[in-house]
């Protein structure tokens, strides 16, 4: 079973900048893709970013150029760092990983975290 931690959310005035971090607990295994997702007050769920594997990566366009996504395998974390931060980016985060590598098998799943708040005043 896979654990999925995030932290680093807060509250932070337009244009500042907030670092989240995503942590899989347990040991022997590599991370497949790791994608985080964010959801305002009264909307759907939104895609944010994702890094794949191999490295990959994408962002969705509100993030793009404000955004940045990385991984630290041996860690098993993926962060988000976010600058230039708007009110519009103001939702709970999400970090949600598709599936593991153990032992060289790939393990599908679906592990999302608890998420964290993040607060953007204007």
């Known amino acids: 079973q896979v654990q999925v931690v995030e932290s680093g959310g807060g509250l932070v005035q337009a244009g500042g900048s907030l670092g989240l971090s995503c942590a899989a607990s347990g040991s022997g295994f590599r991370l497949n893709a790791v994608a985080w997702y964010r959801q305002a007050p009264e909307k759907k769920r939104e895609f944010v970013a994702i890094?794949?594997?191999?490295?990959?990566?994408n962002y969705a366009n509100s993030v793009k150029g404000r955004f940045t996504i990385s991984r630290d395998n041996a860690k098993n974390t993926v962060y988000l760092q976010m600058n230039n931060l708007k009110p519009a980016d103001t939702a709970v985060y999400y970090c949600?990983?598709?599936?593991?590598?153990?032992?060289?098998?790939?393990?599908?799943?679906?592990?999302w975290g608890q998420g964290t708040q993040v607060t953007v005043s204007s």
């Open positions: 890094i794949g594997g191999d490295g990959s990566i």
């Open positions: 949600n990983v598709g599936g593991i590598y153990k032992s060289g098998d790939f393990y599908s799943g679906d592990y």
